[in-house]
Every structure is written in C-alpha cells, then in structure tokens.
C-alpha cells in the first residue's frame, strides 16, 4: 500500500467543495454525533476518537483524519489519544478465535497502516514523545501476526518518521548555532562602521531582486519546519471538562513557530541597523530606496512576512525620525507598500493581495508563481481568535466540530504554502550575512539615529542623555 497524506501534490482536504461533506459510515451509531445537512457539526469526545478508528469495511474521511488529529489536543495530548485508537483498533478485532483474529487483523491491517501513515507524515513531531514510539512498535508487532506486508509498510513508515524527526533535531540545533552567533556582538557597532570595518548589506548585494529571493530561501526555509499543531498547542486549554488542564498543552511545544516570529523581529532590528549604521546622510538614503526596493519585489514575490517586516523596520521610530534623509527619498514606491500592508479594515488590502497570490499559486505553471508566504503574525492572530471567538465544548458536552472544521482550514491552507520549494538559486553569503550579521538593540538604534541627526527637542535630547549613559553603564559592567 502506497504511503499517503493529506496535502499530496495541490491536494487539500478542505477546498470549498469537500470542507464539511462526506457521509456518514455505518458505524455512525458507535457513538453519539450530530450532523446537519449531511456534514458534522458536534460529536461526544468518545464517538469522534471511534469515528477515527477504521475498520474493514469503513476509512475515515481524510478532511475528518487531518481535522480530528489537529484539534482533539484541544482535549487530550496525542498520547492519549493513541493509545485509545490502538486500543480499539485490536479490541474490535478480538474475538478469542486466534485464527479468526488473524484473518480479522490482516483485513484491517492496510487501513490501521494508513491511518498511522497520514498521522506520521502530517503531524511527526508528536512522535517526539518516546512514548508515541512506543505504541508505534507495539501496533507494529500486532499487525506483524497478521499481515506481513502491512508490517513491512509499517516499518518503512517508521524509517520515514526518524529521518524526518533527525531532519528536525539538525534544523533546531542549527537555529541555535545561528542565533549564538548573531549574539556575539561587536563591542561597538557603530565604532566599527566609522572605521569601515563593518560590512553592510549593500556591501553584500546591491541588487534588490537577488536579496528579495534569498529572504525567501530563508522564510520558505523555516516555515517547512513548523508543525500545524504548533497553532492549536500555542492557545493552551480552555477546555471546561478538564479541569486538570492538559500537561502537553500547558509546556507549549511551539519551537519553531516562535523561531519563525524571532526571524520577522530580526529582520526589522537588521533594516532599521542597516538604515541607522552609516554615519553619511546619502549612504543611509540609499539604505533606504534600497530596502524599499527589496520590499517591492518581495511584494511581487509573494513574500508577504518579509515584506511586512521591512516596512515595520523602516517605521521604527529611530528610523521615521531621520527626516532629512527621508527628504532624499522618492517615497511613491514606499507609500503604495504601504498601503498594501494598511492594517485598517483588518488588513483588507494585504487580505485581498493573498487572495490573488493564492488564485495565482493555485493555477501556476512554475514553482516561483507557487509562493505565497503569508505575514505570519496575522495568521498566528487570525486563528487564534477564530478559537477564542467559539466554545470549543457545546453546552451538551459535545465537541463543537464546527469550530473543529474552520480551525483546520485555515491551518490546511498554511499546508499548502509550506511545502513549496524554493525555486532559486541559494547565494550562501548573503545568506549568512543576513542571518548572523549582528544588529541593534533598541536602545543601540535610537542612539544611533540621535547621532545621524541631531536631537530635535528637549525630550530627545533627555532620551539621548540617558541612552548613552545606559549603554556606558552596560560596557563597563
């Protein structure tokens, strides 16, 4: 049996079509579920874990398997949760006839395989627990009585899985060599740069294009690890029959969502740096017509979140402030970025920019049309609100599948995106400055800008008077 998932090729499980619509199985009388108009709207916690559990003659919708495996650890972590469906998954096949067992086991053993396949490929780092492992052999010895090919495709399914959480452990290690190394900062960035000592990104690439297509490498780079469970473990419990709270939930296992976020402040803080770093007013004015042009062909990229995070670095205030370099700029181009990115109306125009980035993505006929990399903190926001905005329990008891379905679809979209390769050349050393090269604190970039131009008022003269006294203090200790 072929491995399978849920987001093969430009397959999605929750297009406008198939979003809530499949049938109910037989054994929709296991448990206690509601639909309406032939989709699924609330079930008890014990009907939708039986809901998962295949059969001989019965396999879960794909769009319930990814929406369940998601969002049930709104209720339960996922270990739990395996040990139920495997639990059930030999239960319901015993009969105390071994030899009917068997024959039970190897009808039912390709399914129990796909079931475990789509839940390994699309959500692996569940699998971190040692204890998932575990049920993993042992659901592996059970079949292997039954079905040896199913055995061979479980074993090929659990090499898929290693591979796949080593990949994870190499990229979590190589953030922090990254990270390390951008903390080891210059005693003085500033000092260096009146030396000439200290490159800056123009020293690296002029040409906007090329940087705009490796803060792609590096967006597209990150997003490929970061799980869609991440979203729904990012809320914490709010789950008002469990009183206990969830232990799984409550460690808040979001390490590479948050590194993502770290990357979009990083970038800001490196073009605010690069825009205050040089001591003459033309070299940051080109600073400035550089990033935005950078910005642009991220726009036309479809790289939203660096996008976003270039202009919310050249809005930072010891950047606004520099008005005389800012008069050396023809502000067109910045001004209609901007408007792009207006967050009045809830973001409606980037919204319908991502619109038109997905429509495109959809019917592209080359990778580079496929990217669509969306400003990542609205999304985190988007579907954090979508989950405090409904009850995740109906007053029933029920598990309001509704909300179920809608978180699903967002997060199925990120899928999507995630797994588009990056269609460009890599150029390591801009890659390497631009993830390691050192930038300003905050109070390093107003102090740098109070130096470019001069305090304007009483209030920025106080500011630049205790900032250098601060940072004084911080060199000496």
Request: proline share 4%; net charge neutral.
């Amino acid at each position: 049996m072929p491995p399978t998932t849920p987001y093969a090729g430009k397959f999605s499980p929750y297009n406008n079509d198939n979003l809530h619509k499949y049938h109910q199985p037989m054994e929709a009388s296991y448990g206690d579920m509601c639909y309406h108009d032939n989709s699924l709207v609330s079930g008890s916690l014990e009907a939708l874990i039986q809901h998962l559990v295949p059969t001989v003659d019965y396999y879960p919708d794909r769009s319930y398997v990814f929406t369940f495996l998601l969002s049930s650890r709104l209720f339960l972590n996922p270990y739990e949760l395996m040990s139920r469906v495997c639990h059930l998954c030999v239960e319901q096949h015993r009969s105390g006839d071994l030899l009917l067992d068997k024959i039970r086991i190897r009808d039912v053993a390709p399914k129990i395989v796909q079931l475990l396949t789509e839940w390994t490929e699309t959500f692996p780092y569940d699998f971190r627990d040692e204890r998932m492992m575990r049920c993993l052999k042992e659901m592996s010895h059970h079949l292997a009585r039954g079905d040896e090919y199913s055995w061979r495709a479980m074993q090929q399914m659990t090499q898929r899985l290693i591979r796949r959480l080593a990949a994870l452990g190499q990229y979590e290690e190589a953030i922090a060599t990254l990270n390390a190394s951008a903390a080891e900062r210059p005693a003085a960035l500033k000092t260096k740069q009146h030396n000439g000592q200290r490159s800056d990104v123009l020293s690296i690439s002029d040409d906007a294009f090329i940087l705009a297509q490796q803060l792609t490498h590096i967006e597209l780079d990150r997003l490929s690890f970061i799980g869609p469970e991440e979203f729904i473990q990012a809320f914490g419990v709010k789950d008002p029959l469990d009183n206990h709270k969830v232990e799984f939930l409550r460690k808040r296992k979001t390490t590479n969502l948050e590194a993502y976020v770290a990357w979009f402040n990083r970038l800001s803080y490196l073009v605010a740096t690069e825009i205050c770093m040089p001591v003459k007013k033309k070299h940051r004015a080109r600073a400035l017509e550089f990033f935005i042009d950078v910005a642009r062909e991220c726009f036309n990229i479809g790289n939203f979140n660096s996008l976003m995070a270039i202009i919310t670095g050249m809005n930072m205030s010891p950047v606004s402030r520099l008005k005389k370099t800012w008069s050396k700029v023809n502000t067109d181009k910045f001004d209609i970025l901007e408007h792009q990115m207006d967050p009045s109306s809830n973001f409606s125009n980037y919204r319908t920019a991502l619109r038109g980035a997905t429509q495109r993505s959809i019917t592209a006929h080359s990778n580079q049309e496929k990217i669509v990399i969306p400003f990542f903190s609205l999304l985190i926001k988007d579907i954090y609100f979508l989950n405090e905005g409904c009850a995740s329990r109906l007053s029933n008891g029920h598990v309001n599948f509704e909300k179920l379905w809608d978180l699903a679809k967002q997060v199925s979209e990120f899928l999507v995106w995630r797994q588009v390769t990056c269609p460009f050349e890599r150029d390591r050393k801009i890659l390497q400055y631009l993830v390691t090269t050192p930038v300003f604190t905050e109070d390093e970039l107003h102090l740098a800008s109070y130096e470019s131009e001069g305090p304007e008022n009483h209030m920025e003269k106080d500011s630049r008077r205790s900032l250098r006294s601060s940072l004084l203090h911080r060199e000496h200790r």
